[in-house]
């Protein structure tokens, strides 16, 4: 058989069987996530014109308006260079504006236009309505306790991401190992934005 007919697994851990099934494990729970995860953004997708990541400078923006392009590019994990290109696009649009900063006289806050919170009420609606679909079926009580457990769990995530040691990091194979295919060059590890 030859290395390309060979199936490769490259789920970091075996899939857990479905919410019927008995194991509740980190697979079930990654796959949940990343599921729902994929369908929400595609269901936004469809109904906002803007790409996604035009979205995200957006709704970072009406959480927290005023921020920096830096402290922006640092909130959505994006390159500061990138982050200019999407305010650049956005402001041609009319969606945002750059006002100076009180007090940096080098750098300029972002803000959302009146223009782009006229839209707000559509926007409100969209939302409605996916959440809507979302929950279909669900009784309320169900629906509390799976809010709670999400709010839980990214309390959780967030309190573990405060300490970046916590979690033992990947480790290679040792290389008496024998291997059938040669090991890929590894890239140099790059510096995490805060």
């Known amino acids: 058989m030859s290395k390309a007919d060979k199936e490769v697994n490259i789920m970091p851990f075996e899939a857990a069987p479905g919410p019927d099934g008995e194991d509740l494990g980190p697979g079930l729970f990654l796959e949940a996530l990343e599921s729902m995860g994929a369908a929400l953004a595609q269901a936004y997708d469809n109904a906002d014109p803007l790409p996604r990541g035009y979205q995200r400078v957006i709704w970072e923006l009406l959480k927290r308006a005023g921020q920096t392009q830096t402290e922006l590019a640092n909130a959505l994990h994006i390159h500061k260079v990138s982050i200019g290109l999407y305010l650049n696009d956005l402001e041609k649009m009319g969606l945002v504006e750059r006002r100076p900063h009180p007090t940096d006289g080098r750098a300029k806050c972002i803000y959302v236009t009146d223009y782009l919170l006229s839209f707000r009420p559509e926007g409100q609606r969209v939302f409605a309505e996916i959440h809507e679909y979302a929950v279909e079926g669900i009784p309320e009580d169900e629906y509390r306790i799976f809010i709670k457990a999400m709010t839980k769990i990214s309390a959780n995530?967030?309190?573990?991401?405060?300490?970046?040691?916590?979690?033992?990091?990947?480790?290679?194979?040792?290389?008496?190992?024998?291997?059938?295919?040669?090991?890929?060059?590894?890239p140099p590890l790059r510096k995490k934005t805060p």
């Open 157 to 186: 995530l967030q309190k573990l991401n405060a300490e970046p040691g916590k979690v033992r990091p990947i480790t290679p194979p040792k290389p008496d190992i024998p291997r059938d295919d040669k090991a890929a060059d590894v």
